[in-house]
């Protein structure tokens, strides 16, 4: 019977002692009137030890009361007289939120073998996610470890993993093997151009050339960008389905912990001979896209850095100038040419609609193809082919952080939080979004044809 | 809650364009920056400093007093205003500011069709002020002004900023496009809209939207208009703001008022 089972409102409280009743009823007052009745709640538990389902009963009411010092002390007498319950009990308190709480139960955790068979993974479980996936960091205790529970969550965790009947069955069990962190960095800086640390001012210039396709001014103008690195071209569709390969043949030690378990990462313009190996990799969702990066031991850039590669100092409007030069940017003008060079929504929309998704045309071209399009730090493509995915969130800019797991992803429709910003439009884009300026939003598991990406490492990183 | 960075703040030259109606579609709002300068800002404070101490001094007809929030009193006893209904209808400067500035494009530019602005019915406009010292009035919990099916919805709120708002002084908060799509999740995550004075914030009546406790030692007025493409009702008709708080504590478990 588990502590929610002992707590069924079923249970009659015909049996139970009135110091069980009274501290239950008791929410605040003077500390002597806490500990008075605490003393007689403790008492009535141990007459209780012949009675093990009232017992259990009773020590749910102090396991599950609102005062930390209840709840402290029924987690001791719930070891010392109820083992059974106890191993359950200490699961729970690792979640509790008082550290005064919680150390104790992780004290007794360590301490106290039969805790240990009956509620070590759970217990493992909940460490690991607290305190980080891998068993070396727990065995060197580095990170951000100040406190009297967070020793005492080592220790635990370190006993639990000692423990090879228990470890072994969780560690198979995580999400993401932890085999990952264990894996050498693959970073290379071949390939990316530095584009140091300077001041963006986000969105078109007041007073100088704009278009339908312009965003609203930003609630925040400008803002500092540190120093990073950019792939000098989007990542191409032979370079992601060597990852996919790698994941066929390691498993899923990359993914977003935030993506649904076992998701085949596999492009969907996989099997449609248009998108070639050279082409920007696209069909891919941002999870995808995350997967990737960290395959490579980078990250997607922010929409922030992605703009400042794209505009240079002089926030200019095209990643090589101010004005629009066709020939430098695939776009819908290159693969369905009708003469019209800078069409309206409307114009644009109604041609995109007669455009057959199966023309040999419509599709991306090879990246880096078209000389002369290098923004002022060196970076090519970043207009046309291919919009990418950046790590910010359309609608406030701020770092996407989605914890949907849970959700069907059919419920991330409308969902404004789960849109990621997307930059410098596509080979369906007219010029309007072909531009470094022009932004739009899309929900993060989408697989599209115009979506692409490339990544991005920090300075502090490749320094690493 | 982060201060937001790129949420998209408009240019309002006396007309919607279509890009504004469709960000207004989708998300159920549009900002307006620096619809009002600092003399037009003035023009509504004085306005409002003027109707405040007529309604304290009885000389506003009862039923154009405000029966929504309580006052609150300084140190001395005094008592100060949160809420000012019939605004325009009393205050002839601020309504003129308003025809000025073509105000009363927003409502078919946002609505698609015909529309009539609250003036003598359902409060009219009202000038709302929070504070965050010796308050009643601080905060208010997440609700819709409207429910659905009132016979004057559709309607666009339209929010004049008179004092600049922050998080950090309980700036309106809402969960875009929840006007289309219920919320999903137990706890929506809401977008904060900060603003300055003068700007000018427009959403629809049935987004889920809140405003969170002034923090500082701000306080921060605006001036709500609102403008109907539904029917309508004579003048007097009342104004009865629980259906909207009783609807949005159906979807968010809580208690639905001010505090």
Redo the contacts between chains.
Sequence with gaps: MTVTEQFSPETSTARTPHEVLRIAGWTEGPAAERDALLGGYLGALERLTGDPELLGECLAVGLLHDAPEVRRQALAACVRLCPDLAAEAVGWALADPDETVRTPALASLARTPALRSAGGPSALHALLAVLGRSPDQIAAGAGSFVTVADAHALASARTLLADPAVAGAVLDDLPVPLSADRLPSRLSLDGMRHVPAGRLR?GPRPGGESS?GD??????EE?DVAGFYLDTLPVTNDAYDAFVADVAAHGHLWCHPDEPRGTDHTRSTADDPRFAGDHPVTGVSWYDAVAYADWCGKRLPT?DEWERAARGDDHRRHPWGEEFRPALVRGLHTVAPDGEQAPD?ATWLRRLADLRGTEPSASTGPAGALPGDESPFGIRDLCGNVWEWTS?R?????PLEPRFGT?DPG?L?????AEV?VRGGAWSSPPALLTAVS?AGKVLTARSPEIGFRCAVSEAEAQR | M??????????YDGTVT???RA?YEQ?GFV?Y?GVFDAEDVEVVRRDARRLERDTLDGKVPAEHRDQVIKPSYDEDGRATLHRLPYFTLHCADTRELIGRRNLDALGPGLLGGPTWRFEDAIDGAVWQMKRGRRSSYSALDWHLDFPHDLPVTPLVNVGIYLDAATVRNGCLVL???SH??PP??LES?G??L?AEAGDVICHTYNILHHSGPVLDDTSRATLYVYYSAGEKPTAGTAYSHRAGEDFASMITGAEAGTR
């Design positions: 986000r339908w965003p609203g001014g930003s609630s925040v803002a929409e929504r910010t359309y609608l406030d800019g701020l959700m419920d429709w409308g969902e404004w939080s910003s932004r | 982060s201060a937001p960075q790129r949420v998209p703040r408009f240019h279509a890009e504004q960000f998300y900002i920056r969960v875009p496009g289309r799509y999903r999740r995550e977008l904060a900060e």
